[in-house]
């Protein structure tokens, strides 16, 4: 009785209920993935639990073959986790107490707001309610079109499971295949680079950003956040895809073979795959040393705020730039769209930065210890994990016990965000003292 009112007297934050629920789902898909009705063949219990957590932070990379070591019941295990993983459980368990009729609480409503990333309690339920209708509409909807291209290729079965497993996959932005090479077979086909771009283009941009596209009339009503994002992913795809069809057109081993139709189709999917999707149709092995720091780049960038994306996220880099931009300007202000940015977003978005930099900087620091790959790859792997994206260079399936360990952190701590990360591991305390001001010289 003693240790039930001592349970009951442990008081959590959001963030650390965020930290353990995904905790929870990654060891449970684990457990399942396990199982013999899982798998061809057994596999170790830390293939199982790196699979549990590539899947749950809908990441993508894979130290086993996904299409050939997993039976259709693993396979639907991962597609699961890839599910709940992308829309937040908070998403699935609003959903549960909305059918059961029950009212949700104030705790529940702060919950949800962290897991979305927003500032505001209002709206809370109604923008989980379009969210999941726009989910699985998307998903069903893209299934279908995919099958109507896979089923004549591959069985009903087969065709409908493979539909419905890539359109999940890539509205979650996870990155999973079937298929060992990911999407290479289809570098020039036209209906899979539209619909699995589109998919998870429209997964990453963020959710707040499809609500209000969905209730607004026009650009000039959108809210800043949802003109910012679509503005800046624009900008930053058609400029990553510029940059790599130039940088990979006479690599033969990449764009050089094909002929032009296919080198545009395949610049576009791998400009915009890096943020964060993962999937890619030419090998990432092989493309030029510019190019793979471009990836890096965008991996570390990654989607949209309250989306099935990671990364440090787009607005956080937009605000970054804009506030250096500003300070060399000499103004006292960001502003964007006639709108300042307020001082807060600033230091959040510095916040940010900086415990992403670090948190990878530590992966690959461990990473060069404990792997024997050249150190490009090492980088690679580690922005990869931490954008959850699922992007490799050939290192994921040689990685050691400890380097599993190492990605699977920065997997986890990529998904959830490092600042809610920070906030699960500290406890926040209120400054009630204000301190005379000092000057130090920087720079």
Same mark, same amino acid.
């Given at each position: 009785m003693k240790k039930l009112n001592w349970f009951r007297k442990i008081q959590m934050s959001p963030p650390q209920v965020l930290a353990l629920t995904f905790l929870a789902a990654i060891f449970a898909g684990a457990a399942l993935l396990s199982l013999p009705i899982s798998t061809i063949e057994p596999i170790s219990i830390i293939d199982a639990l790196f699979t549990a957590t590539s899947a749950t932070t809908v990441?993508?990379?894979?130290?086993? !073959?996904?299409?050939?070591?997993?039976? /259709? %019941?693993?396979q639907f295990i991962i597609m699961i986790l890839m599910q709940i993983g992308g829309l937040g459980l908070m998403t699935f368990a609003i959903l549960i107490i909305l059918l059961l009729g029950k009212r949700i609480g104030l705790r529940g409503r702060i919950l949800i707001q962290q897991s979305f990333n927003q500032y505001s309690l209002g709206g809370m339920i109604r923008l989980v309610r379009v969210l999941l209708i726009f989910a699985f509409s998307i998903e069903i909807l893209a299934a279908g079109i995919l099958a109507i291209r896979w089923v004549p290729e591959y069985g009903w079965t087969y065709g409908l499971f493979t539909s419905a497993f890539h359109s999940i996959s890539a509205f979650n932005n996870a990155g999973f295949s079937l298929w060992d090479d990911s999407l !290479?077979?289809?570098?020039?086909? *036209?209906? =899979?680079? =539209? #619909?699995?771009?589109?998919?998870?283009? !429209?997964?990453?941009?963020g959710f707040t950003v499809l609500y209000d596209i969905w209730k607004s009339k026009n650009f000039r009503t959108l809210t800043l956040h949802s003109k910012? /994002?679509?503005?800046?992913?624009?900008?930053?795809? +058609?400029? &990553? /895809? %510029? %940059? #790599?069809? +130039?940088?990979?057109?006479?690599? /033969?081993?990449t764009l050089g073979s094909l002929p032009l139709s296919d080198k545009l189709w395949a610049s576009y999917f791998q400009a915009v795959t890096p943020r964060t999707a993962g999937f890619n149709t030419i090998d990432i092995g092989s493309m030029e040393v510019g190019s793979i720091v471009m990836i890096s780049l965008l991996m570390f960038i990654g989607a949209g705020s309250a989306s099935t994306g990671s990364?440090? $996220? +787009?607005?956080?880099?937009?605000?970054?730039?804009? !506030?250096?931009?500003?300070? +060399?300007?000499?103004?006292k202000e960001v502003v964007i769209f006639k709108r300042a940015i307020p001082s807060n977003l600033l230091e959040r978005s510095l916040a940010i930065v900086f415990i992403s930099i670090t948190a990878i900087f530590l992966g690959i620091l461990t990473l060069s210890y404990t792997e024997n790959a050249p150190f490009e790859w090492i980088v690679f792997e580690a922005?990869? &994990?931490?954008?959850t994206v699922g992007l490799s260079m050939g290192l994921t399936g040689e990685l050691s016990f400890t380097g599993k360990i190492v990605i699977m952190a920065l997997m986890f701590i990529g998904r959830i965000g *490092?600042?809610? %990360? &920070?906030? &699960? #591991?500290?406890?926040?305390?209120?400054? $009630?003292?204000r301190h005379p001001k000092g000057d130090i010289f920087t720079g």
């Open positions: 990441t993508g990379l894979v130290v086993v !073959s996904t299409g050939n070591d997993f039976t /259709m %019941f693993g !290479s077979a289809y570098v020039g086909d *036209p209906t =899979v680079n =539209v #619909l699995i771009t589109f998919l998870f283009i !429209s997964g990453g941009i910012v /994002m679509l503005v800046g992913t624009l900008i930053v795809n +058609l400029a &990553a /895809m %510029f %940059f #790599l069809f +130039l940088s990979e057109y006479g690599n /033969m081993q990364g440090i $996220k +787009l607005t956080t880099f937009l605000v970054i730039v804009l !506030s250096v931009v500003s300070y +060399l300007k000499g103004k922005f990869s &994990a931490f954008g *490092p600042v809610t %990360f &920070a906030f &699960a #591991l500290a406890r926040q305390q209120t400054e $009630k003292i």
